[in-house]
């Protein structure tokens, strides 16, 4: 996932759908007044008086909110502006917040409170701001995560050799799916960690930047976040919606495009759930005031052929070199081309694919590649290196101490590769991280040595694992054995195109 909010499987459908609950003396006896009474003690507040000091002329309580929420209500936008308010100025108890955060998950939003959600935890922190002559170029994309995503690292700079501004602000990898700004840590010297007259200058002169989110960017996010890990409602369509599209919003964008990912390795398990949420965020886009599009994309297999940090920066690599994988360079032409579109840049989406592709192909976009890498802090002599032809990129990234072939067990055809299975082994050799902090290993990885579709004999090397200290246990090596299928299927023609894009919304765009 990228930059992303990361969510766990089977991602939960609640999101317009109300509970109506019981409400019984006793019950409210239970569950409000000692919550109410500690909040005002909290903020030297007479219990009597039943009425917090939050929002004195509209008699606003935190604990009244609550019981609204938890009731199936629906929350004023004064109500959810009070509720932000209270989490960003830390007059609430975590106890409160983890209240409201399942009596929205149980309960769900409709798309005005959404919308106010979305509207006020923007405005919680610093909105960027830009040159006027900027304004209608200012684009980004979000992926909700997927294996072996390193499209970021390949659009950002054809969309800036193409005429836009590209601010990205990306997160990094948790559980099995990996993240954009570990991918680029993984280049010597790389600072992710840029301030806003940094971000404003890099921007100017190259025109895309990809940098980690501000401490003062949506302040009310972090808080809302790491609290949703620990109450378990990481998965709530609206506050998934809240989450991504106020960060987007904080950068005064034009256009964004969403990669919204379904399949065995996404958080959408099917190609509804992830049309569901989808239309959420690509509507609390547009009510911001942003042009946003999304792009459904299947993720059951892998995202080109490598998985881990430094093994996807040399894909990536290649790939503006001109010899990337086709379902990356889908990937990126679509998303590129539908924000062309949507600045005005071309007039139709096969225009921009083409564009696109042209930068890519034609080199603009690694000459732009290098020039963000050397804006953020990489030696001019290690980013000419890595983006020269036939660069010996591992004498700049770290390469692993061990490589371990595993062979194909019969003849046939390649039906499958899960690529969530190859994650899993990958994060639990130190690809990835368990929660927010751990450190990850660069070098560890895996290349596939074979595609669907392909025709293979019993014994063909057909995965490349890269691993360090920790030793391939047997149940690993079980594990990563199981996630290829190879078998007869006279659907499956050999060597056919793998396409990712399932649809586009709106569907004006298709």
């Not at 570990?182 to 790389?190: A, Q, V």
Request: hydrophobic content about 40%.
């Amino acid at each position: 996932m990228e930059e992303s909010d990361k969510q766990p499987d089977n991602l939960t459908k609640r999101s317009n759908t109300t509970r109506k609950t019981d409400s019984s003396a006793d019950t409210e006896d239970l569950l409000v007044p000692d919550m109410q009474t500690h909040f005002m003690k909290d903020h030297g507040v007479d219990a009597t008086s039943q009425t917090a000091n939050i929002r004195p002329a509209d008699m606003i309580t935190i604990p009244d909110l609550i019981r609204k929420k938890r009731d199936g209500g629906q929350l004023s936008d004064d109500e959810i502006k009070a509720f932000i308010q209270a989490v960003k100025e830390k007059t609430i108890q975590d106890s409160q917040t983890g209240a409201m955060l399942m009596a929205i998950w149980l309960n769900g939003m409709v798309s005005a409170e959404i919308k106010a959600l979305t509207r006020e935890m923007m405005s919680s922190g610093e909105v960027m701001e830009w040159p006027d002559e900027w304004k209608n170029f200012m684009v980004d994309k979000h992926s909700t995560g997927g294996v072996g995503d390193k499209v970021s690292l390949v659009l950002a700079p054809a969309l800036a050799a193409c005429g836009c501004k590209v601010p990205m602000i990306s997160g990094r990898g948790l559980a099995h799916t990996g993240g954009t700004l570990d991918k680029l840590e993984s280049i010597p010297g790389f600072k992710v960690e840029q301030s806003r007259e940094q971000i404003l200058e890099i921007l100017d002169s190259v025109g895309c930047c990809i940098v980690g989110q501000t401490e003062t960017l949506v302040p009310a996010d972090r808080v809302l976040y790491a609290l949703r890990d620990i109450t378990s409602t990481v998965d709530s369509l609206p506050l998934v919606t809240g989450s991504i599209i106020s960060k987007k919003g904080a950068e005064s964008l034009f256009a964004l495009v969403l990669d919204v990912k379904f399949g065995r390795a996404a958080i959408c398990k099917d190609l509804e759930s992830a049309t569901e949420l989808a239309q959420m965020l690509v509507e609390a886009g547009n009510g911001l005031g942003i042009c946003t599009a999304a792009v459904l994309s299947g993720m059951n297999s892998t995202i080109g052929r490598c998985v881990g940090n430094s093994v996807e920066v040399i894909e990536s690599l290649e790939t503006l070199k001109g010899n990337g994988p086709d379902d990356l360079m889908e990937l990126v032409t679509t998303q590129g081309g539908l924000l062309l579109v949507m600045t005005g840049l071309v007039s139709d989406l096969s225009e921009g694919r083409k564009q696109i592709s042209e930068a890519v192909v034609g080199g603009a976009a690694l000459s732009k590649f290098q020039a963000m890498m050397e804006a953020q802090g990489v030696n001019s002599d290690t980013a000419q290196l890595l983006c020269s032809t036939n660069a010996d990129y591992y004498s700049v990234l770290r390469k692993a101490k061990h490589q371990l072939e595993l062979k194909a067990p019969a003849d046939g055809i390649v039906l499958e590769i899960d690529g969530l299975v190859l994650a899993q082994v990958l994060h639990r050799l130190g690809a990835g991280r368990s929660k927010a902090g751990e450190p990850v290993n660069h070098s560890v990885g895996a290349v596939l040595l074979v595609s669907i579709g392909q025709r293979v004999t019993k014994g063909d090397p057909w995965l490349r694992l890269h691993y360090e200290d920790l030793a391939l246990t047997p149940d690993q090596r079980n594990h990563l054995e199981s996630a290829l299928t190879v078998g007869a299927d006279k659907k499956i023609q050999t060597q056919q195109k793998h396409t990712l894009v399932e649809k586009i919304l709106p569907e004006k765009y298709q």
